[in-house]
């Protein structure tokens, strides 16, 4: 129940956000592997400056999703990224709970 609050309340700022004509993407996990630290349809609403709300790893890999978004709201080009342990990537940013996580951020209307 409370996941599915914490979604709508981020969709309502995704909304509120792309009203107010500031770029805006939007951060879905479509898929996990082992222990993820957050569900299938968890989402991260990021804007053009930076701004974000939600989540889509409970902190672990926010700021690299942020950095994509900020490439996808200037192109328009879709993403599908991938973390875990046991990405080349697990040094800067990864999963310390062991799982992966395969998020799809796509710039809003």
Not at 19 to 26: D, H, I, P, Q, W
Not at 95 to 102: E, N, V, Y
């Amino acid at each position: 129940m409370d996941t599915l609050q914490g979604r709508a309340d981020v969709l309502d700022v995704a909304e509120d956000w792309a009203r107010e004509g500031r770029g805006v993407a939007l951060a879905t996990v479509v898929e996990t592997w082992g222990s993820a630290p957050r569900p299938v349809g968890s989402h991260l609403v990021i804007d053009a400056a930076g701004d974000f709300a939600g989540s889509v790893s409970g902190g672990c890999v926010e700021g690299a999703v942020v950095a994509e978004a900020a490439e996808v709201i200037e192109t328009g080009v879709p993403r599908i990224l991938e973390f875990g342990v046991a990405d080349d990537t697990a040094w800067r940013v990864g999963l310390s709970c062991g799982g992966r996580i395969c998020v799809y951020v796509e710039k809003l209307a």
